[in-house]
């Protein structure tokens, strides 16, 4: 018989002991039966009851899981220690307790990274110094169910230093957004660059890699209707490539690829603003220039005009100031 087979062995006989020594009390499920799919985690919980006299260290715990008519154990704690090296391999790092609550009167167990072969009945015998029972739970893991992802363009294609919109579409029907998460990354060489990341139905910048940092817009409300539509700006040639982005929801999972080609920039000559038409002033220059001059000829005219008129009066005044001279002297002989 193996060291591990003797230490099941007794435990089972020291669990046998403590109930058969010790009125008996009733262990029970919050749930006669779970549900979950692959790859996520589920808790499960019995309550037992408690009093004063209830020691933490008198408490020993027995877990199992029945499945394909096997038995393999999920959880051992003897006397308040759990016992690790007694779990199968395939629960190894995937089972954890709460033993803080142990105190309460509750087996909690958190069982993650779920797997199809986990499913079947779950028996859990509890033993304290005062009374000692077992109860029995199913659960039930399914295979996650293909979801359908899909590409708007297959292939996209944008010059350096642009920006471009990649949008990608899937079935959001009967999954809550809080349970939504979504992985998009550039599958460039050596390693995979992310992209844009929601855990859980909230972004999480903090895993965007460097070279896309303050490049990258989700349009949040986009999101909420089935699609992701990503806007990535100052556009560089490493930025060609694959674009993968997986979604995972209640429903399912699936993921879907785009291609990116970012050509150089183009260089093009500054082009000089075309001269606009001026009107032909030719004609209207001639015309002020006749004016002008047709102006001017008047004035002289009426210069003239104004001097002649000066000068006959001038020569009036000069005539009759004689003849008025002539009369005196005539007067005086």
Not at 212 to 229: H, K, W
Not at 302 to 307: C, E, H, N, Q
Request: proline share 3%; with cysteine; net charge neutral.
């Amino acid at each position: 018989m193996t060291s591990q087979r003797k230490h099941i062995v007794c435990s089972l006989l020291l669990l046998l002991f403590i109930t058969s020594h010790v009125t008996a009390f009733e262990v029970n499920v919050t749930q006669s039966d779970y549900n979950a799919t692959v790859n996520h985690s589920i808790t499960l919980e019995w309550t037992f009851p408690t009093n004063t006299s209830t020691s933490h260290d008198k408490t020993s715990i027995a877990c199992d899981v029945i499945a394909e008519q096997k038995s393999y154990i999920v959880y051992q704690a003897v006397g308040g220690v759990e016992v690790p090296h007694t779990q199968d391999e395939r629960f190894s790092g995937r089972v954890q307790s709460d033993t803080d609550a142990l105190r309460e009167g509750r087996l909690i167990l958190h069982l993650s990274r779920l797997r199809t072969e986990d499913s079947g009945l779950y028996v859990c015998d509890v033993g304290t110094n005062h009374g000692g029972g077992s109860a029995v739970t199913q659960l039930n893991v399914t295979p996650i169910t293909p979801l359908t992802v899909k590409v708007t363009q297959s292939s996209y294609q944008a010059e350096e230093n642009h920006t471009i919109t990649l949008e990608w579409a899937y079935n959001s029907t009967g999954s809550a957004f809080e349970e939504l998460d979504v992985h998009c990354s550039h599958l460039a060489k050596p390693k995979e660059l992310v992209l844009y990341q929601v855990y859980k139905g909230v972004e999480r910048p903090e895993f965007v890699d460097g070279c896309f940092s303050g490049r990258v817009q989700s349009d949040t409300d986009a999101l909420r209707e089935g699609r992701i539509r990503l806007h990535l700006s100052r556009l560089r040639k490493n930025d060609s490539g694959q674009h993968k982005c997986a979604v995972r929801t209640c429903c399912g999972y699936g993921f879907a690829l785009c291609d990116l080609n970012i050509t150089a920039a183009v260089h093009r000559p500054t082009e000089r603003p075309t001269p606009s038409p001026q009107p032909d002033t030719g004609g209207r220059t001639g015309l002020s220039i006749g004016l002008i001059a047709a102006v001017v000829l008047v004035l002289c005219v009426i210069f003239v005009i104004v001097r002649m008129k000066g000068h006959s009066d001038s020569q009036s005044v000069c005539n009759s100031r004689t003849r008025l001279f002539q009369r005196e002297l005539q007067v005086r002989a």
